[in-house]
């Protein structure tokens, strides 16, 4: 697979408002194991004060928190969703947040990009960003 840059994507100060309208934060790909970027960034995000909803296809809680199989069968509101799978599976997930209709923010740690996913998230009214890392962003603004 060949490595995409960016060309949808929030400048700094988009990103925090972002932040500061963000309350519910949907992990996809959020891992039980402690080692692993997602559960140290879920861990952080939480300990920041956003909800935290771990989508994950095992495991019953992670963090505390009870687990989804998917964004779809999250039974509330959902402000952004925080990306730690592959990029060709980035697409199906935004698919998933526009049937939704309440997602504010679709967002792709560090390495991942897919911009025809982010163009058409965007076209649907959300921000998008790419290739960056919510807690390193988040601990950059809020310190």
């Known amino acids: 697979m060949e490595c995409e840059f960016p060309t949808v994507n929030s400048n700094n100060e ?7 309208n963000t309350k519910t934060i949907a992990i996809i790909g959020l891992s039980p194991n402690e080692s692993k970027a997602s559960n140290m960034v879920g861990k952080y995000l939480k300990e920041s004060g956003f909800k ?12 505390g928190e009870k687990v989804y199989r998917s964004l ?30 309440d997602v504010n923010t679709i967002w792709t740690q560090l390495g991942l990009v897919n911009n025809e996913a982010a163009q058409k998230a965007e076209k649907s009214g959300m921000k998008v960003v790419q290739n960056k890392c919510t807690k390193i962003e988040h601990r950059a603004i809020f310190g």
Do not use: Q, T
């Open 14 to 20: 988009e990103i925090k408002k972002i932040f500061d």
């Open 52 to 63: 935290i909803v771990p989508v994950y296809p095992k495991e019953e809680e992670i963090l």
């Open 72 to 101: 779809e069968e999250i039974p509330f509101k959902v402000d952004l969703v925080d990306i730690f799978r592959k990029p060709d599976v980035i697409g199906h997930v935004v698919d998933a947040a526009i049937k939704r209709g």
